[in-house]
Nanobody, 124 residues
Framework: QVQLVESGGGLVQAGDSLRLSCAAS????????MGWFRRAPGKEREFVAA????????YYADSVKGRFTISRDNAKNTVYLQMNSLKPEDTAVYYC?????????????????WGQGTHVTVSS
């Protein structure tokens, strides 16, 4: 089992940047592929980005490609989401998730563990 805690959310203006962090505790972090998802007000949870166990492969939703970067530091048991050129439509609660079975999946059902989320609000 792994526990996930997100941090780094906040209120920013359009065009600003934020870096989200997700700290993992419990079992060996490098055993898990990781993903970031988000849920905007009134919408369903959607895939944002994913990274494989080693960090050598990354995957992005089209809506964030070129603006967001996912990375991980297995020595620090942490996965990051660097978000640049933020837009009001990026406003959401952002969740990190861990998967023991799939790498790079965009489907929430393929993730075994979830954090509580961190709020990101982008004003225009």
């Amino acid at each position: 089992q792994v526990q996930l805690v997100e941090s780094g959310g906040g209120l920013v203006q359009a065009g600003d940047s934020l870096r989200l962090s997700c700290a993992a505790s419990g079992r060996t972090f490098s055993h898990y592929a990781m993903g970031w998802f988000r849920r905007a007000p009134g919408k369903e949870r959607e895939f944002v980005a994913a990274i494989n166990r080693s960090g050598g492969a990354t995957y992005y939703a089209d809506s964030v490609k070129g603006r967001f970067t996912i990375s991980r530091d297995n020595a620090k048991n942490t996965v990051y989401l660097q978000m640049n050129s933020l837009k009001p439509e990026d406003t959401a609660v952002y969740y990190c998730a861990a998967s023991t079975r799939y790498s790079g999946s965009a489907y929430p059902v393929n993730y075994d563990y979830w954090g509580q989320g961190t709020h990101v609000t982008v004003s225009s």
